[in-house]
């Protein structure tokens, strides 16, 4: 019994910190605010997690572990890189919507701390492009895409994908859009993303 209570008091811990992480930010967000939203005393909180850093970690790796396995899986199965970008982009900003904090905590953490991507590359499910690429070399010498480097295609799914996150605040400024109006926005780039990355490359 106890440690069910214990479980479902870290989840709880989780949860009450995945939204005030989501409203705040890593450097916004205050221990005390997460004890409040879990319904529990901050010493309690310290003893599930040390310091905000610690929970942040925590909250991460959870966030990362239901995003990276699928996004692998994408990139490793039979269907055309057409399906794949589609595919990719569709899932990758359907998640995000739910987790916007992620790309910032990334970048942050990368700036911050060398060893972080060697840590990140060994979380279970991490992303392998090995088939990604092999794929997009062919379909390149079958003619079905124009000569592009599958590395700097890969690059250029994630960018545009990911920037939108990054520059919430910069994208509602130049397009004058309110929370909804961005909302929807970025509901509308996972089929204009695709289409837009697909029309580049396909050859005519």
Do not use: C, W
């Not at 994408?74 to 399906?83: A, K, Q, V, Y």
């Not at 060697?118 to 492009?129: S, V």
């Not at 590395?151 to 929370?179: H, R, S, Y």
Request: glycine residues 2%; hydrophobic residues 40%; without cysteine.
């Amino acid at each position: 019994m106890k440690k069910k209570r214990d479980k479902n008091t870290e989840e709880q811990i989780l949860e009450a910190a995945k939204h005030i992480f989501q409203a705040k930010g890593m450097d916004g967000a205050r221990m005390q605010e997460i004890a409040d939203k879990a319904n529990i005393n901050k010493a309690m909180l310290h003893y599930y997690f040390r310091n905000k850093k610690m929970l942040f970690d925590a909250v991460f790796k959870q966030a990362f572990s239901l995003i990276a396995p699928p996004l692998n899986s994408i990139l490793n199965d039979d269907s055309s890189i057409e399906e794949k970008i589609r595919n990719f982009t569709s899932n990758y900003t359907t998640f995000m919507m739910k987790h916007p904090y992620l790309p910032n905590f990334i970048v942050q953490e990368l700036n911050r701390n060398g060893d972080f991507i060697q840590k990140l590359k060994q979380a279970t499910g991490f992303p392998n492009l090995d088939k990604f690429k092999t794929q997009v070399d062919k379909e390149v010498l079958l003619g079905k895409l124009k000569p592009i480097d599958s590395d700097q295609l890969f690059v250029n799914i994630i960018a545009l994908n990911v920037f939108p996150f990054l520059g919430k605040p910069l994208i509602k400024i130049f397009t004058n859009k309110d929370d909804k109006a961005y909302e929807d926005f970025i509901e509308s780039r996972k089929i204009e993303v695709a289409n837009f990355i697909i029309n580049s490359i396909k050859s005519v």
